[in-house]
């Protein structure tokens, strides 16, 4: 490990080496994965977005050390307010007013044309990833208000309540009026479109993504957007960590009531820990709902708000790299796990004694026992500066009597 | 005639059936050292609670520099103008020191979620500040060699000195502090002394809570007695160590000196 | 539409299983300031041990009275959640004692997501049918229907209930528990040994959770692994409400918890002229927690935590 490192501060030759080859590896990987198949860029394409929730959720519980057992929610509300303004459910929810305000009915077909009654409103994804964002951002702070005046435990429990009051309405919206049509998700939703380029290519180029003569799977270009925009996160995230706003917010973490006397407002403070998390989560689900092109409810529940959680523990609470290989780890292990383990137990017993599903719940719920018992500051802590006291002490006073 | 600084008087606060602060008050001038001292238990820190905002009085009236501050949120006390340390030192431990004192630069500072992830021009100009006067402070306390190291690594007297610094960022024009030589030996006490009068120098007025009378006796310019959350006495140093309500809160009645 | 009669009999029906699994959370709070948040899953085992015992029952003495092979899957099921949980407290919690409080928290979520993988290894991932062993003739209360099974879940909360006051207040180790809520370093100056006070307390809230893990699946006729989560979590809820800490508060919170969503999955469309319907039941304990933890932070009865300064 000492000849990768990301310290640009005191190592920069290396660190800009280290990151070049990184970024290198990173860009071949799909063209190298793609001759066994799409699914291992697909994986990681999944895996690449749980990265970025997990790198937003670490905004809350490892910079401002809030533990939000709800996150999910935000990842939700980023898919759902996709899935509404990108696919034909607008159409459903015009439908459903009929019975309710049918002058609403009127007054929206009005605005914005007769189309939106058969086929729904589909936003651009420069529109809609923006307000995901920003409406993320909203339920953020709107879900962190209660929570202000919390003790630890307590605000775990009553963020889990809100994520799952928000799962709770996305499976039951549908009725009367059908925003989120209920358990069966909504279908459709369009895939993203950049500069006339859709990332699921166009209909019968079964999936392929053609950008001048060079065609390339779709999961691929679905693959370099998502990096792009982890890149984006890890870069973001970096500059507030080490800024006025990320110290209040570690300052928060380490000691409210001194955060306090020292002038931090911490009730805004707190609040743009919510914010900022959720809006990183909101543009997730907007990628993932595109991507998937579908949504529904059962991808939104507390197991998912733990998966997240687990990511950030393992990795390194606060420490982004650490996050970022938590992300990895728990993402993309279970699944590259499932292909090895599943053909070797039928190999060696004729059947599958463990499967897939239960191998990653055990490496779930394994990670966060372990590493909070004997390795608390998960498996990349953030490097601590001169844990040596005594030794140094010592130095300094020699160096002093000198 | 000095300006007064911190007008406070009739503070009361009670907490379920104790009656923890009788009609207390305070008035410290401009530039002075003033103490407040009084048996453990007599409401000293409490007192210092309700003043920078960490407990509501049930009544009182609170003027720093002639203008009436609501001592209801501690983070609007310190925008006002009041910083405090702590008697169970309250740092940020897993920072470090520099950070520490950086962080109290916050309430005199600006950027926001823009300036962090943009580094424009002023948010850059900014944070340099920030650094160059954290550094400044932690020079001017005496511990500007230990900036990059990890504030709870800091020995006990290093890290009294880290959080005076911390709290000198925020420009405070009354600096409150909370028991600061306890725990100190007689050669930190000196040099706490030391400090404490560099920063009188500096134009920063001091209202101290402290147990040790000789320090005392020969730092403040005024000092006020509390005993069981009731003033007993106010004056010069040399007229409180006379007063017979003084002695009798400290030794008992029928002691003699 | 239900009478509102019914709404509160099924409400007490709820709510006392609810006040059996908030016993466990309460009692391991007050002593150690932890929410365990495992408890559910421990309710869950209890029920799928009861299962298999009456699964084995059935092959082994077919025709026993419903009733005593209620009693037997609860009496088989009760040292296993017990033996559950203490492990649980030795293995995972009993190191973070002195850990900042999400630490325990966090290997709470992990021991949870442990115990469903164990039952979904054992007992599979769907759902169980579970045996109904009572006749299904219901008894009629005044307008209102409740089943023999429900009957006996109440008897049986209420025996659980009194047997546990008269634990805490007329026994020795009810005397130990208290002090050891109270203030556990002046307990343990006294002579009390503490670390063996948390195990009896993780033990006894375990065999409440199995006793109502067992009358769960007979209630609802069905288990299945994931099925403790989201009543744990509601019962957590429901022991807030009540004054997290005390047993007292824990018993009143769930059967006002329960009377609470009972009257609110009945009413709740009226309330919102239709735009909201009975599917948001789950929404209530949460809506009553932040409510509690906002105006009434001490619940009902008042909170009785460890003095742990």
């Not at chain 1, 380029?197 to 209909?203: D, H, Q, R, W, Y």
């Not at chain 2, 003043?51 to 002639?66: H, K, M, V």
């Not at chain 3, 959370?25 to 150690?32: C, F």
Request: contains cysteine; charged residues 15%; glycine residues 12%.
């Amino acid at each position: 490990m000492a000849l990768f490192t990301f310290d640009t501060a005191h190592k920069p030759r290396q660190a800009w080496a280290s990151m070049a080859v990184l970024l290198a590896l990173l860009l071949a990987f799909p063209f190298v994965a793609s001759q066994f198949g799409n699914s291992w860029v697909r994986i990681i394409d999944i895996a690449l977005l749980y990265i970025m929730l997990a790198l937003g959720l670490n905004i809350v519980v490892g910079f401002a050390g809030l533990l939000d057992l709800g996150y999910i929610a935000f990842f939700a509300v980023g898919a759902y307010l996709t899935g509404l303004l990108a696919s034909p459910q607008f159409a459903a929810l015009l439908e459903s007013l009929i019975n309710y305000h049918p002058e609403l009915q009127d007054a929206i077909v009005a605005t914005f044309g007769e189309e939106v009654r058969s086929n729904g409103i589909h936003l651009s994804v420069w529109a809609v990833v923006p307000l995901a964002a920003i409406v993320a951002a909203l339920f953020g702070a709107l879900l962190g208000a209660p929570t202000l005046k919390l003790r630890g435990d307590y605000l775990a429990i009553v963020t889990l309540g809100f994520g799952e009051i928000i799962r709770i309405f996305m499976n039951n919206l549908n009725d009367p009026i059908n925003f989120t049509n209920g358990p069966q998700g909504i279908n459709l939703i369009d895939p993203i479109r950049v500069f006339g380029l859709s990332l699921a290519g166009e209909p019968g180029s079964r999936a392929t993504v053609f950008i001048g003569g060079y065609g390339m799977p779709s999961v691929n270009a679905y693959y370099f957007l998502f990096l792009l925009l982890c890149i984006a996160t890890i870069f973001m995230t970096g500059r507030l960590q080490h800024s006025r706003l990320g110290r209040a917010w570690v300052a928060i973490r380490e000691d409210e009531i001194a955060a306090k006397a020292m002038g931090i407002n911490t009730r805004n403070v707190k609040l743009l820990a919510f914010s900022m998390g959720a809006s990183f989560g909101g543009v997730a689900g907007a990628m993932f709902a595109s991507f998937q092109g579908f949504v529904s409810p059962e991808s939104f529940s507390l197991t998912e708000s733990i998966s997240v959680l687990a990511m950030v523990v393992l990795g390194g609470i606060g420490h982004i790299p650490g996050v970022v290989l938590g992300g990895v780890l728990l993402a993309a292990l279970p699944e590259v796990l499932r292909h090895v383990v599943e053909p070797a137990q039928q190999a060696l017993f004729g059947k599958v004694v463990i499967d897939a599903e239960v191998l990653r719940q055990l490496l779930y719920g394994l990670a966060m026992v372990l590493v909070m018992l004997y390795r608390p500051a998960g498996l990349w802590p953030s490097p601590v500066k001169e844990d040596r006291p005594l030794a140094a002490t010592a130095k300094d006073e020699e160096a002093e009597n000198a | 005639m000095s300006q007064v600084l911190l007008n406070i008087s009739g503070v009361n606060k009670r907490f379920g059936g104790l009656q923890a602060l009788t009609g207390v008050g305070i008035r410290i001038e401009k530039g002075q050292v003033y103490g407040l001292i009084g048996p453990n238990g007599a409401g000293k820190t409490t007192f210092f609670n309700v003043i920078t905002g960490l407990y509501q009085p049930d009544s009182g009236s609170f003027e720093l520099a002639g203008q009436p501050y609501s001592p209801s949120a501690p983070h609007a006390v310190a925008k006002a103008g009041i910083a405090r340390t702590f008697q169970n030192i309250r740092l940020f431990g897993e920072m470090t020191a520099l950070e520490n004192v950086m962080v109290g630069r916050h309430v005199r500072t600006r950027q926001g979620v823009f300036g962090a992830i943009f580094r424009h021009r002023a948010a850059r100009a900014e944070e340099a500040a920030i650094r160059v006067r954290a550094q400044e402070l932690l020079d001017f306390v005496g511990i500007g060699q230990f900036a990059q190291r990890t504030a709870r690594f800091l020995s006990y007297g290093d890290q009294r000195r880290l959080e005076i610094a911390r709290a000198l960022a925020t420009d405070p024009v009354l600096l409150a502090l909370d028991e600061p030589a306890a725990g100190m030996n007689a050669t930190e006490k000196v040099a706490l002394r030391e400090l404490l009068v560099k920063i009188r120098d500096a134009g920063v007025t001091i209202l101290l809570i402290e147990h040790d009378v000789k320090l005392m006796m020969g730092l403040c310019d005024r000092i006020s007695v509390l005993e069981y959350g009731k003033l007993i006495a106010e004056g010069l140093p040399a007229e409180i160590q006379k007063n017979q309500a003084v002695i009798e809160a400290y030794l008992g009645s029928g002691g003699g000196h | 539409m239900e009478t509102f009669v019914q709404q509160i009999l099924n409400g007490l029906v709820l709510g006392s299983m609810y006040a059996l699994i908030a016993l466990g959370y309460t009692m391991v709070y007050g002593v150690l300031n932890l929410i365990n948040f495992a408890h559910g899953d421990v309710l869950m085992i209890g029920a799928m041990v009861g299962f298999s015992i009456l699964k084995l029952l059935d092959g082994v003495f077919p025709g026993l009275p419903g009733g005593v092979q209620l009693a037997i899957a609860i009496v088989g099921a009760i040292p296993v959640t017990m033996l559950v949980n203490v492990l649980i407290e030795r293995v995972a919690y009993r190191r973070l004692r002195n850990a900042p409080r999400l630490a325990p928290l966090i290997t709470a979520i992990g021991v949870s997501i442990l115990l469903q993988t164990f039952a979904m290894m054992i007992w599979g991932r769907s759902p169980l049918p579970f045996p109904q062993l009572l006749s299904s003739e219901p008894v009629m209360l005044g307008g209102a229907v409740i089943s023999r099974t429900q009957v006996l879940l109440l008897a049986l909360a209420a025996l659980a209930m009194v047997a546990l006051v008269f634990l805490v207040e007329k026994t020795r180790m009810g005397r130990a528990m208290r002090a050891v809520a109270e203030n556990p370093r002046v307990a343990g100056l006294m002579g009390v040994d503490s670390n063996r006070v948390i195990v009896a307390t993780f033990a006894i809230g375990a065999a409440l959770a199995a006793v109502a893990g067992v009358m769960w699946g007979a209630n609802y006729a069905s288990i299945q692994f994931a099925m403790g989560t989201l009543p744990g979590m509601k019962a957590f809820c429901a022991a807030v409400l009540g004054g997290i800490g005390n047993i007292y508060g824990a018993m009143i919170g769930g059967i006002v918890l329960g009377i609470i969503e009972s009257l609110g999955a009945g009413y709740i469309g009226d309330l919102t002229g239709g735009f909201l319907g009975s599917h948001y039941q789950d929404i209530f304990a949460f809506i009553v927690l932040i409510l509690v933890l906002t105006v009434r932070p001490s619940g009902i009865m008042g909170e009785r935590v460890a003095d742990r300064a």
